[in-house]
């Protein structure tokens, strides 16, 4: 009776540690829409509005840090940090390392280049294309297209950088990262359309925890699916992202 009384403390002090506790989320504030710093240098988007709703559903302080994408895993492998959002697509090569929750948001990518130059992919056969380390859009070109040459970028703004001094052909990204893309930067344009592969891009973007972390992949599985059930992930959606384009 006294080591179940004992028992029953312990879980309850458990439980009670759990409400009061944090969650610490890796992201790489250079991908808008999804998360960015904004002009006052604040982290800001749609994966960063998510995450805070997140933790208001499991009665948790929500705590960020921000690397470059290519950091993201080792962050997440090592302790630093208890999950990635930062526009995370589900594949299986990164399941070999990572599990993760019921993805939040479909997605597919983009190809941006300057206006007039190319008309279809195939033109951009040994060009130069920006791509973010590690992203499924440079698996994605090492895969299906290798004669194109896949320039690896910390960030966008130095890949948008080095196709306005013409020494990049080409951007691929997220559809809605071009998407906002284009908005600030008018002399691109989109070549090829939308690009699917289920071996990419068709799996959406998820939240990544560690290897074997059940408990709090399946407590961000519940709370995601509340913020579904109740339209809140579509509220953040139709806020952040064009609406005719939605994914």
């Not at 009776?1 to 504030?29: D, E």
């Not at 973010?132 to 299906?144: E, F, G, K, P, V």
């Not at 592969?197 to 972390?213: C, P």
Request: some cysteine.
């Amino acid at each position: 009776m006294l080591k179940f009384a004992l028992t029953l403390v312990l879980v309850c002090l458990s439980i009670q540690a759990q409400a009061g506790s944090s969650l610490r989320f890796a992201t790489s504030a250079n991908n808008p829409p999804f998360e960015y710093l904004n002009d006052r240098d604040l982290l800001v988007g749609f994966d960063i509005d998510l995450a805070n709703a997140l933790c208001q559903r499991l009665k948790m302080a929500c705590l960020f840090t921000n690397n470059t994408f290519d950091r993201l895993l080792p962050s997440l492998k090592y302790h630093h940090d208890d999950a990635i959002i930062s526009g995370m697509d589900i594949t299986d090569e990164r399941m070999n390392d990572v599990d993760f929750t019921q993805p939040y948001l479909g997605n597919s990518s983009l190809m941006a280049v300057p206006k007039g130059r190319f008309w279809q992919l195939a033109q951009l056969k040994g060009k130069r294309v920006g791509v973010r380390n590690l992203s499924t859009q440079q698996a994605y070109l090492r895969d299906r297209w290798p004669e194109i040459i896949a320039v690896t970028y910390d960030s966008y703004q130095n890949a948008l950088l080095d196709i306005s001094k013409r020494r990049l052909d080409g951007i691929l990204g997220d559809t809605m990262v071009i998407r906002c893309m284009l908005k600030a930067h008018p002399q691109l344009v989109t070549v090829g359309g939308t690009l699917s592969d289920s071996r990419y891009f068709d799996n959406g973007m998820g939240i990544a925890v560690r290897k074997g972390d059940d408990d709090l992949r399946k407590a961000l599985n519940q709370a995601l699916q509340s913020l579904t059930d109740d339209g809140t992930v579509r509220r953040l959606a139709l806020h952040w992202f064009d609406p005719a384009h939605e994914s």
